[in-house]
Every structure is written in C-alpha cells, then in structure tokens.
T-cell receptor, first 112, second 117 residues
Framework: DAKTTQPPSMDCAEGRAANLPCNHS???????VYWYRQIHSQGPQYIIH???NNETNEMASLIITEDRKSSTLILPHATLRDTAVYYC?????????????FGAGTRLTVKP | GAVVSQHPSRVICKSGTSVKIECRSL??????MFWYRQFPKQSLMLMAT?????????EQGVEKDKFLINHASLTLSTLTVTSAHPEDSSFYIC?????????????FGNGTRLTVT
C-alpha cells in the first residue's frame, strides 16, 4: 500500500512559511502526490498535486524529493485561515479505481 | 473551477427512517463519484464508488443494502441511508472529478451532517 506518513500536528506563526512534510516511501513511478486540507466541518479542499517535478500555484508549493519518497507542502505566508487538517495522498494505478484514500493528516495550527 | 454540491448540509432524522443525500457536479459531468464518511476526530473513510449507469462498488464492511447509491445521471449521485440508527450519525461527503485520469483532482462537496435520534 502506498501509504503516507505525516506528523499528527504542527504549529506555525502567522505570516511565516508553513512547511508540512509527508513520507511516501513505497510510492511507485506512476503515482501522484496530492495535498488537500479540511477546515472544520467542511469538505476537503484541493491544494496541489504533482508527479515528480516541483509544483506551485496560488495556494502553495509542492516540493517532491528526487527519489519521490517524500514531499513537502509549503504555504509561503500562513494566515489564521490556514488552520486546518492537511492530508497528503498518493494516488495512482496501484488501485483499480480512481479514488483517494485519506490518512490521518497533519493538524496545522497557525498562531498569531 | 469545478464545484460539487451536496444537499442537505444538515439533516436530523428519527431512528428507523431513511435519509437521502444528493451530490451534484455543477459545471462538469462525472461518470464516477465517491462517497466518504467521517466520524468525529477521524479521517475520511471511503464508503463506495458510484458509477453512472451501473451498480456502485462498496468498500469492505460497508453494507450495500443499508447505504443505497444511485448514479442516474452524469451530474447526480444520491446516497440513501436506509433504516437509520444512531450509529449512522456521521459526516457524509461526496466527491467527483472531471475525468478518470489520476492527474485530475477530486473535488469534494461540503458534506452532509446526519444526526439520527
């Protein structure tokens, strides 16, 4: 199983960069790394995804190591509204389905 | 961007009754939608995959006769919790993607909080 490992919780100061790590050491070559976040009592929100290159969008940057066994989600200037549970998910042809399976995630708390 | 809408957002029902939850893709067609359940302080658990025009695929341990899924069109999937009991109280979330590639994100609805009294 291409499971992921994330720290259960992290704190970050408002205005600073939040760096959320994820280990996916059993990832295979055609599996993507996805990041979502869930604010309390809402559905998960898509943030970013990548295969092997680093990616950036208006929300965040995704840094994937060269061996693809780990990645880091970077929120460049965290705000209080970024407080949420962040999920790192590996998705690909290992499962004969197009679904996503969530782990426990990292609870990020942005503090003033 | 892609939007997935769920209705209702909250529902309270009495034990023994059935509840229907709707999931709609508003600006794209989705041949496949997914239903998740989330208990307090836990992660999302995949319940079933809803396929347009065919039977849903259920995850191990999910009773297909209790959680009826109908995906009658490319923009609508429904989950019916039949003969609901208090232990069915949970946060139910659906998702869909524009296509079937792994490079296409799933977009999630805002969930339905079901309380069975």
């Amino acid at each position: 199983d291409a499971k992921t490992t994330q720290p259960p919780s992290m704190d970050c100061a408002e205005g600073r960069a939040a760096n959320l790590p994820c280990n996916h050491s059993t990832i295979s070559g055609n599996e993507y790394v996805y990041w979502y976040r869930q604010i309390h009592s809402q559905g998960p929100q898509y943030i970013i995804h990548g295969l092997k290159n680093n990616e950036t969008n208006e929300m965040a940057s995704l840094i994937i190591t060269e061996d693809r066994k780990s990645s880091t989600l970077i929120l460049p200037h965290a705000t209080l509204r970024d407080t949420a549970v962040y999920y790192c998910i590996v998705r690909g042809v290992r499962y004969n389905n197009n679904d996503m399976r969530f782990g426990a995630g990292t609870r990020l708390t942005v503090k003033p | 961007g892609a939007v997935v809408s769920q209705h209702p957002s909250r529902v309270i029902c009495k034990s023994g009754t059935s509840v229907k939850i709707e999931c709609r893709s508003l600006d794209f067609q989705a041949t496949t939608m997914f239903w998740y359940r989330q208990f307090p302080k836990q992660s999302l658990m995949l319940m079933a995959t809803s396929n347009e025009g065919s039977k849903a695929t259920y995850e191990q341990g999910v009773e297909k006769d209790k959680f009826l899924i109908n995906h009658a069109s490319l923009t609508l999937s429904t989950l019916t919790v039949t003969s609901a009991h208090p232990e069915d109280s949970s946060f139910y979330i659906c998702s869909a993607s524009r296509d079937r590639t792994y490079n296409s994100p799933l977009h999630f609805g805002n969930g339905t909080r079901l309380t069975v009294t």
